[in-house]
């Protein structure tokens, strides 16, 4: 739970009510499928109506240690970011740089990135895709209350990473796997990402939501019929309802800002994940359509 001190300040916070979308508890199975400008989980999924607090005007009270999430100022040489080539060229670089700043770690390496919009991607998802690639590509918001790995692909991924771009390396002691999240659209922005108080996130049922990238998806039974390897393969945590989640956003963010968030940190002695979700904001007037970028990285501690 947030700390008295803690709640002191935040329960002052402007409070908006929305529908958060969570997995209903039960045994089932659960896998995400994604493909170009589509994404598909398996199970079922109910929405519960939460309060999201808006953490702008007390931006500097959130740290990543704490809440298992920030928010703090980056400037950016990318000027357009459907520019894939120039995206490419620059971005990664630049998050891997703001990571370390922003947590004191000895080395960072990116892991790919994403755009992602609220605008209607109907078209671009009915066109045929061969080897899709879930990096570097347009997709919608990301809709329920999720951590991005569970703790063996996160062990996995961190070791995978460190022997692969540092080689010569002397070891590593912790790491930390975030997300690096920016709204390049104009404020306010119709649905904007929520995040969870990582402290808040234990009191309900939780399950492991495999990934799988196709061109096409599956119909019927063959989207939960065995997969072999099923096991290694990479997989979210998904999170069903419980009251004590406390939500917060930042309403209007601008260009400059950017959200850190923890999807798992080796270190559990402080904030170790964030649950977090895209919602509608209905209480934005005039609200532009949202457009990011969300950039994964990995970070280490030797």
Same mark, same amino acid.
């Given at each position: 739970?947030?700390?008295?001190?803690?709640? !002191?300040?935040? $329960?002052?916070? %402007? +409070?908006?009510?929305?529908?958060?979308?969570?997995?209903?508890?039960? =045994?089932?199975?659960? @896998?995400?499928?994604? *493909?170009?400008?589509?994404?598909?989980?398996?199970?079922?999924? *109910?929405?519960?109506?939460?309060?999201? @607090? $808006?953490?702008?005007?007390?931006?500097?009270?959130?740290?990543? $240690?704490?809440?298992?999430?920030?928010?703090?100022?980056? *400037?950016?040489?990318?000027?357009?970011?459907?520019?894939?080539?120039?995206?490419? %060229?620059?971005?990664?670089?630049?998050?891997?740089?703001?990571?370390?700043? /922003?947590?004191?770690?000895?080395?960072?390496?990116?892991?790919?990135?994403?755009?992602?919009?609220?605008?209607? /991607?109907?078209?671009?998802?009915?066109?045929?895709?061969?080897?899709? +690639?879930?990096?570097?590509?347009?997709?919608? #918001?990301?809709?329920?209350?999720?951590?991005?790995?569970?703790?063996?692909?996160?062990? %996995?991924?961190?070791?995978?990473?460190?022997?692969? &771009?540092?080689? =010569?390396?002397?070891?590593?002691?912790?790491? /930390?796997?975030? *997300?690096?999240?920016? &709204?390049?659209?104009?404020?306010? +922005?119709?649905?904007?990402? !929520?995040? &969870?108080?990582?402290?808040?996130?234990?009191?309900?049922?939780?399950?492991?939501?495999?990934?799988?990238?196709?061109?096409?998806?599956?119909?019927?039974?063959? /989207?939960?019929?065995?997969? #072999?390897?099923?096991?290694?393969?990479?997989?979210?945590?998904?999170?069903?309802?419980?009251?004590?989640?406390?939500?917060?956003?930042?309403?209007?963010?601008? @260009?400059?800002?950017?959200?850190?968030?923890?999807?798992? $940190?080796?270190?559990?002695?402080?904030?170790? @994940?964030? #649950?977090?979700?895209?919602?509608?904001?209905?209480?934005? !007037?005039?609200?532009?359509?949202?457009?990011?970028?969300? &950039? %994964?990285?990995?970070?280490?501690?030797?």
């Amino acid at each position: 739970m947030a700390e008295p001190e803690d709640a !002191a300040i935040e $329960d002052k916070a %402007r +409070q908006v009510s929305a529908l958060m979308r969570y997995v209903d508890e039960g =045994d089932f199975v659960t @896998r995400r499928y994604v *493909s170009q400008g589509r994404e598909l989980n398996t199970g079922t999924y *109910s929405d519960h109506e939460v309060i999201i @607090r $808006d953490g702008m005007p007390m931006r500097d009270h959130f740290t990543l $240690d704490r809440h298992g999430f920030t928010i703090a100022r980056s *400037s950016t040489a990318v000027t357009d970011f459907h520019d894939k080539a120039m995206v490419d %060229r620059l971005y990664e670089r630049e998050v891997e740089a703001d990571v370390l700043r /922003l947590t004191g770690a000895d080395k960072c390496a990116a892991r790919g990135w994403m755009l992602r919009t609220s605008a209607d /991607l109907s078209e671009r998802a009915s066109q045929k895709t061969e080897g899709y +690639q879930h990096r570097g590509g347009l997709q919608p #918001p990301a809709g329920e209350a999720h951590v991005d790995v569970c703790t063996a692909t996160a062990q %996995r991924m961190a070791q995978a990473t460190y022997e692969q &771009c540092f080689p =010569d390396g002397k070891g590593f002691t912790r790491f /930390l796997i975030t *997300s690096h999240w920016r &709204c390049f659209s104009p404020p306010p +922005q119709d649905v904007p990402l !929520a995040l &969870c108080d990582g402290r808040t996130s234990f009191g309900g049922e939780e399950k492991e939501n495999t990934l799988l990238i196709v061109d096409e998806f599956p119909e019927g039974e063959a /989207l939960i019929a065995p997969v #072999p390897g099923e096991d290694q393969m990479l997989a979210a945590t998904i999170f069903s309802y419980h009251p004590s989640h406390r939500w917060w956003y930042f309403a209007g963010m601008e @260009r400059e800002d950017v959200l850190l968030f923890k999807f798992h $940190d080796s270190n559990h002695d402080v904030t170790w @994940r964030c #649950p977090h979700s895209a919602f509608v904001d209905g209480s934005a !007037a005039s609200a532009h359509v949202r457009e990011s970028i969300e &950039c %994964r990285s990995i970070a280490f501690w030797e």
